[in-house]
């Protein structure tokens, strides 16, 4: 069964440390895409980006960047030199190109505080 | 552009009692979707549209119904509330398919319901 498991509950760091929040997910389909999702204090979700997996290359945007690794079935997120207003729930999700309930299965979240 | 627009924004019912949750999205979406978030889990999705006049059940659809009778809007109701139905809801959309099609899902800014 599809799953996603982010097992860091909540993160705290000093501000301009790098962080690195962990994804793993379990599917069965060769075909499906992750996605990182930010939920700052506000509330709204922020899409940040999405793999598909048949693309392993890592992904770099500023300061985000991510590590995609079928071997493990993992997709990593790393902020570096983070700062105050990276303060925020972070959620990993997969689709699956087989499943027809046209969901995205989500991980708990990662809760990061980055303190001043 | 608005984006999805959800209303109201926070709602008290008491056991019971009825409402409607209105999701509106001005991107021309064909698929919208409802999710319910919960303390330490990821978003669970409730039921989801494919097109307008068209619904189906997600992974919690029991307690809720919906209706697409315009493509533009997803309402969300609840005939008998329940407390375990508070909850933080999320309204998405999304151009197509999450699982088939290279696309993102944009949300709302979730309605957060107690229900006493």
């Known amino acids: 069964a599809q799953k996603v498991t982010q097992a860091q509950t909540e993160i705290s760091v000093v501000e301009k440390e790098d962080v690195t929040l962990d994804c793993v997910y379990e599917?069965?389909?060769?075909?499906?895409?992750l996605f990182w999702y930010k939920q700052p204090p506000s509330g709204e979700l922020v899409f940040l980006i999405r793999?598909?997996?048949?693309d392993e290359q890592n992904e770099i945007s500023g300061r985000y960047s991510w590590n995609f690794q079928k071997s493990t079935s993992s997709f990593n997120f790393t902020i570096t030199a983070s700062q105050v207003v990276d303060s925020a729930v972070y959620f990993c999700a997969l689709s699956e190109a087989e499943d027809s309930n046209y969901q995205l299965i989500w991980g708990a979240g990662t809760k990061l505080i980055i303190k001043p | 552009n608005a984006g999805v627009t959800q209303t109201p924004k926070f709602r008290v019912l008491k056991t019971g009692q009825s409402m409607t949750l209105l999701c509106a999205q001005d991107m021309n979406h064909e698929y919208m979707y409802w999710y319910r978030q919960d303390p330490g889990m990821g978003l669970r999705l409730i039921h989801y549209?494919?097109?307008?006049?068209?619904?189906a059940k997600g992974e919690v659809p029991d307690g809720y119904n919906v209706s697409r009778l315009k493509k533009q809007n997803f309402l969300l109701g609840l005939e008998s509330a329940a407390p375990s139905q508070t909850s933080v809801y999320f309204c998405a959309s999304s151009t197509s398919d999450l699982g088939r099609r290279s696309t993102e899902a944009f949300f709302g800014q979730g309605t957060r319901l107690t229900v006493v």
């Open positions: 549209s494919v097109g307008e006049g068209t619904t």
């Open positions: 599917t069965r389909d060769t075909t499906y895409y």
């Open positions: 793999r598909n997996s048949f």
